[in-house]
């Protein structure tokens, strides 16, 4: 049995995006203000497409329209189900000319249709249709007379209407228009029980809750030509010789031409609601395009005022550096000669030399290193070398001096005992103790020349015998 088994929001209602699944028993809880109502009224717009049927009051309560679907970006979606062995279609309710209007899609709701992998929510239905379409998904054209979309719900084949849409029914009912009116009563009254629901359906059907007269008049008045219709009821089952109702096969041929016909109609109008929709989006882009046009414009005329500029500097940079190549041929020429020259007189080595040349530098730098190193002990040495021998020297002056003066003694006395013995003065005795003491020559080493050198003598005393 086909049923709603889905409804889906998309910017509609104060709702960003809510699915809710209808396939079951389905009880509606919540405080106040939670959305119940709202989602009960659009449940029943999918049924009765009514929107002066829905319990809005017109103080102080916004109209379907600008509540549901306020703006191009607004979606609501039913799925309906087939049965088990059949897939879902879906019936999109979108914004059109500032008015709720319907689409027919053969297959289960996607989001993609309308939402794209950034989140975008798409706000023209071309987009719509054609992402379904790329899909290979089969769909209808867009419904926006509610007579026609509750003809398609409710299978009614006396309609004017493609074969294509005939697939999109909820229920097959060609006297339909009570069972919008029975959903109605009971969405919008409180009592739920058996009688009230019962009393609900008769008078929907009557179409109101008083009793209902039987015209006899009216009756006879239908059965006077009663014969000659059962004649013509007869003619759909009667055969020719070649057992062809030809009736039938004609009333077909007519059926499938006014359904190609109303088919037609469908797409002349949509088409004509597409034009109408571009040009009004045309007449509204044309002061945008005619700013954007004039700013291109001005773009242009400053590109060209550069392109201008920049082809000046261009000639005389051009200019500049042809001056400027000349000069360096100039320099390339001779530098060449100079390259010849070079090479004459062994341009080669010297460079090898001139390379060598920061080693060498290093080189010297660590011998003066070295002889500064080596100058500075021999300053030292020198230094205490020069001490010791100013030192010696003195010494040596000291022990001279003393020396000579013992030997000018030693030679007076000598001298003086030599005038004692020849003028008879005795000999001189001597202790013991005396003798100790003996004159002997004397040397000194000298540290100048490394000699040895006489710096004295003297005479023995001769002891006491």
Same mark, same amino acid.
């Given at each position: 049995?086909?049923?709603?088994?889905?409804?889906?929001?998309?910017?509609?209602?104060?709702?960003?995006?809510?699915?809710?699944?209808?396939?079951?028993?389905?009880?509606?809880?919540?405080?106040? $203000? /939670?959305?119940? #109502?709202?989602?009960?009224?659009?449940?029943?717009?999918?049924? +009765?497409?009514?929107? !002066?049927?829905? @319990? &809005?009051?017109?103080?102080?309560?916004?109209?379907?329209?600008?509540?549901?679907?306020?703006?191009?970006?607004?979606?609501?979606?039913?799925?309906?189900?087939?049965?088990?062995?059949?897939?879902?279609?879906?019936?999109?309710?979108?914004?059109?000319?500032?008015?709720?209007?319907?689409?027919?899609?053969?297959?289960?709701?996607?989001?993609?249709?309308?939402?794209?992998?950034? $989140? /975008?929510?798409? #706000?023209?239905?071309?987009?719509?249709?054609?992402?379904?379409? +790329?899909?290979?998904? !089969?769909?209808? @054209? &867009?419904?926006?007379?509610?007579?026609?979309?509750?003809?398609?719900?409710?299978?009614?084949?006396?309609?004017?209407?493609?074969?294509?849409?005939?697939?999109?029914?909820?229920?097959?009912?060609?006297?339909?228009?009570?069972?919008?009116?029975?959903?109605?009563?009971?969405?919008?009254?409180?009592?739920?029980?058996?009688?009230?629901?019962?009393?609900?359906?008769?008078?929907?059907?009557?179409?109101?809750?008083?009793?209902?007269?039987?015209?006899?008049?009216?009756?006879?008045?239908?059965?006077?030509?009663?014969?000659?219709?059962?004649?013509?009821?007869?003619?759909?089952?009667?055969?020719?010789?070649?057992?062809?109702?030809?009736?039938?096969?004609?009333?077909?041929?007519?059926?499938?031409?006014?359904?190609?016909?109303?088919?037609?109609?469908?797409?002349?109008?949509?088409?004509?609601?597409?034009?109408?929709?571009?040009?009004?989006?045309?007449?509204?882009?044309?002061?945008?395009?005619?700013?954007?046009?004039?700013?291109?414009?001005?773009?242009?005329?400053?590109?060209?005022?550069?392109?201008?500029?920049?082809?000046?500097?261009?000639?005389?940079?051009?200019?500049?550096?042809?001056?400027?190549?000349?000069?360096?041929?100039?320099?390339?020429?001779?530098?060449?000669?100079?390259?010849?020259?070079?090479?004459?007189?062994?341009?080669?080595?010297?460079?090898?030399?001139?390379?060598?040349?920061?080693?060498?530098?290093?080189?010297?730098?660590?011998?003066?290193?070295?002889?500064?190193?080596?100058?500075?002990?021999?300053?030292?040495?020198?230094?205490?070398?020069?001490?010791?021998?100013?030192?010696?020297?003195?010494?040596?002056?000291?022990?001279?001096?003393?020396?000579?003066?013992?030997?000018?003694?030693?030679?007076?006395?000598?001298?003086?005992?030599?005038?004692?013995?020849?003028?008879?003065?005795?000999?001189?005795?001597?202790?013991?103790?005396?003798?100790?003491?003996?004159?002997?020559?004397?040397?000194?080493?000298?540290?100048?020349?490394?000699?040895?050198?006489?710096?004295?003598?003297?005479?023995?005393?001769?002891?006491?015998?």
């Amino acid at each position: 049995m086909r049923s709603l088994t889905k409804i889906v929001f998309i910017n509609s209602a104060h709702i960003r995006y809510g699915e809710v699944a209808l396939d079951g028993n389905v009880h509606f809880t919540g405080t106040q $203000g /939670v959305g119940k #109502t709202t989602l009960l009224r659009a449940l029943l717009f999918f049924y +009765n497409a009514k929107k !002066d049927k829905l @319990g &809005i009051r017109n103080q102080g309560q916004r109209s379907f329209d600008d509540y549901y679907v306020p703006t191009p970006s607004s979606y609501i979606i039913y799925e309906v189900s087939r049965g088990d062995d059949q897939p879902p279609f879906c019936v999109i309710l979108f914004r059109r000319h500032n008015k709720a209007a319907f689409r027919f899609v053969d297959a289960a709701y996607d989001r993609s249709w309308i939402i794209d992998d950034l $989140g /975008v929510v798409a #706000t023209d239905p071309v987009t719509v249709r054609q992402r379904i379409q +790329n899909q290979g998904i !089969d769909l209808s @054209g &867009i419904i926006d007379r509610y007579s026609q979309y509750l003809d398609i719900l409710y299978g009614n084949r006396g309609a004017r209407m493609s074969k294509d849409l005939l697939k999109y029914y909820l229920l097959k009912s060609q006297q339909y228009q009570n069972i919008p009116r029975i959903i109605q009563n009971v969405f919008l009254n409180e009592r739920v029980d058996a009688g009230f629901i019962k009393n609900t359906i008769i008078s929907s059907i009557t179409g109101d809750d008083e009793e209902t007269a039987v015209d006899l008049n009216f009756f006879r008045s239908k059965l006077v030509n009663f014969s000659d219709e059962l004649k013509d009821i007869s003619l759909w089952s009667h055969k020719d010789k070649h057992g062809i109702i030809v009736t039938r096969r004609d009333a077909d041929k007519i059926i499938e031409i006014a359904h190609k016909i109303s088919s037609g109609e469908i797409s002349v109008q949509e088409q004509c609601g597409m034009l109408i929709y571009a040009r009004n989006k045309a007449e509204r882009d044309i002061p945008v395009l005619t700013s954007k046009i004039q700013k291109k414009k001005e773009t242009i005329e400053e590109l060209t005022r550069k392109i201008r500029s920049t082809e000046v500097n261009y000639t005389e940079a051009h200019e500049r550096i042809n001056r400027e190549i000349a000069v360096l041929d100039r320099d390339l020429k001779k530098a060449a000669d100079l390259k010849k020259k070079y090479q004459r007189i062994g341009i080669t080595a010297m460079i090898v030399r001139v390379e060598s040349l920061p080693s060498l530098r290093l080189a010297l730098q660590q011998k003066q290193g070295q002889l500064a190193h080596l100058n500075a002990e021999y300053l030292t040495i020198a230094q205490k070398y020069k001490s010791l021998r100013d030192r010696l020297d003195l010494d040596f002056q000291r022990y001279r001096q003393k020396r000579t003066e013992e030997s000018n003694r030693a030679k007076q006395e000598f001298i003086d005992q030599k005038l004692a013995d020849s003028m008879g003065v005795p000999e001189v005795r001597y202790t013991p103790a005396e003798s100790q003491s003996t004159w002997a020559p004397r040397a000194l080493a000298s540290t100048r020349t490394g000699t040895k050198k006489a710096l004295s003598w003297g005479w023995r005393r001769t002891p006491l015998v």
